[in-house]
């Protein structure tokens, strides 16, 4: 085990984490993939260096762990079942780049996963942070009248030892608070104690990229009308989130469908939040129909950073990957050619794949959605591409509402 630091706080410049180190990322290019930002740790009552896992409880995780890899390019690196004294569940990691997705799946009939699977379907549970203090955020957490539902504690295998606790927030989403440098020491087994290393025996095709996305961007929560402006007051309050933009009225809304969205972001922005609630309107939105699937709010969808989204794209599509359409009048449109100007690839590539592209202040950015991922019309992804902007495609949404509203009239849920 080795004694690492992942953030300079002095300087006010963020380091890679030892994930992002594993992985051969630098430092310029989590800048373009994410918008990373400088900021000053020392200053901060919640620091967050970046995203730990983001856990989904599935229907099988069995078969979800092989559609990641099958489809999505991931690499299964962990597990947890049975074999190894887990009786109530399988859980399967996954990573590509710095992310780290881990599916759980029931296996003891009693299990309370299947409760929660039979309420929400396939969805996200946790979305787990790294900080470098857990007790310091849990400390800051408390004073500002969050619920924590696991007390900080030290977990520990012959890899060393880990020290874990969990707040909730939306839904029966929580955020599990992970320090992985403990008394000097780094943990470095696979995951988390209990988890042992697992390699797949799935072989990629011949001439399939190493990986088809790099880092998570922004997850996306869905919540009630009226509790959006909550959240954001949560984020901000209990963990020191800043407010990044703020998006309502026509530039969020269609003819049919609306809603409200606000971004928080933690001070370095590795972790950032769009917040969406429900506008009235005369119909029904894309978050009243994600409510009423998922049973209550939750997140909706993860944005996937790539550096290079076209051929992201068409390796996705070769492994039955499905996307939302976008029309040709999009592309033709003159003022959005002059509105975007110059981008790295001709429109024309981008028109093929249905790519999107919007451009602010500080550069541009390409992104594409997924259609639904399960059964319900809840979890999906959003892969995306970033060339210097720091926002979320506010030019794209009037586009992207209407395609996920062709969706949802042929689903009968408009």
């Known amino acids: 085990m080795t004694d690492t630091t992942t953030t300079s706080a002095a300087a006010g410049t963020p380091e890679l984490t030892e994930q992002e180190r594993a992985e051969d990322l630098d430092m310029a290019q989590l800048k373009q993939l994410?918008?990373?930002?400088?900021?000053?740790?020392?200053?901060?009552?919640?620091?967050?260096?970046?995203?730990?896992?983001?856990?989904?409880?599935?229907?099988?995780?069995?078969?979800?762990?092989?559609?990641?890899?099958?489809?999505?390019?991931?690499?299964?690196i962990a597990y947890s079942g049975p074999e190894h004294g887990n009786r109530d569940h399988k859980?399967?990691?996954?990573?590509?780049?710095?992310?780290?997705?881990?599916?759980?799946?029931?296996?003891?009939?009693?299990?309370?996963?299947?409760?929660?699977?039979?309420?929400h379907g396939d969805g996200v549970v946790d979305i787990s942070l790294e900080v470098p203090d857990v007790d310091k955020c849990i400390e800051q957490a408390r004073r500002a009248g969050a619920t924590v539902v696991q007390e900080p504690e030290n977990v520990t295998d012959e890899h060393g030892t880990v020290r874990i606790a969990a707040i909730v927030t939306y839904g029966e989403t929580r955020h599990t608070l992970v320090q992985r440098t403990v008394d000097g020491a780094t943990y470095d087994g696979p995951y988390l104690p209990g988890y042992v290393p697992r390699e797949s025996g799935f072989v990629k095709r011949e001439g399939a990229p190493k990986r088809l996305f790099q880092a998570l961007d922004h997850i996306?929560?869905?919540?009630?009308?009226?509790?959006?402006?909550?959240?954001?007051?949560?984020?901000?309050?209990?963990?020191?989130?800043?407010?990044?933009?703020?998006?309502?009225?026509?530039?969020?809304?269609?003819?049919?469908?609306?809603?409200?969205?606000?971004?928080?972001?933690?001070?370095?922005h590795r972790v950032k939040f769009p917040l969406n609630e429900p506008a009235?309107?005369?119909?029904?939105?894309?978050?009243?129909?994600?409510?009423?699937?998922y049973q209550g709010p939750g997140a909706q969808h993860?944005?996937?950073?790539?550096?290079?989204?076209?051929?992201?794209?068409?390796?996705?599509?070769?492994?039955?990957?499905?996307?939302?359409?976008?029309?040709?009048s999009y592309y033709e449109d003159p003022e959005l050619r002059a509105r975007i100007g110059e981008v790295r690839v001709p429109i024309e590539e981008l028109q093929k794949r249905g790519i999107l592209v919007d451009r602010d202040e500080d550069g541009y950015l390409l992104q594409i959605f997924t259609r639904p991922l399960g059964d319900r019309p809840t979890v999906f992804f959003e892969i995306i591409e970033r060339h210097g902007s720091l926002g979320f495609g506010i030019g794209n949404f009037k586009a992207l509402f209407e395609s996920i509203e062709r969706e949802q009239d042929k689903r009968g849920n408009l």
Do not use: C
């Open 34 to 76: 994410v918008g990373l930002v400088e900021y000053d740790e020392s200053k901060d009552p919640f620091p967050v260096t970046g995203w730990d896992a983001i856990v989904f409880v599935v229907g099988n995780a069995t078969q979800t762990a092989h559609y990641y890899q099958s489809a999505w390019g991931m690499e299964l």
């Open 220 to 268: 996306v929560g869905n919540v009630e009308l009226g509790k959006m402006d909550q959240w954001v007051g949560f984020y901000n309050r209990v963990m020191g989130f800043v407010n990044m933009a703020e998006f309502v009225g026509e530039d969020i809304a269609t003819e049919y469908s609306a809603l409200m969205s606000k971004v928080v972001a933690n001070g370095n």
């Open 280 to 293: 009235i309107a005369k119909k029904r939105s894309q978050i009243d129909e994600y409510l009423d699937f």
């Open 91 to 119: 859980a399967f990691v996954l990573k590509s780049g710095s992310i780290r997705f881990v599916v759980k799946g029931a296996v003891a009939p009693d299990s309370p996963l299947i409760e929660h699977h039979a309420k």
């Open 302 to 328: 993860l944005a996937l950073a790539t550096g290079d989204i076209l051929r992201t794209v068409d390796e996705l599509r070769k492994e039955g990957v499905e996307f939302l359409s976008t029309p040709d």
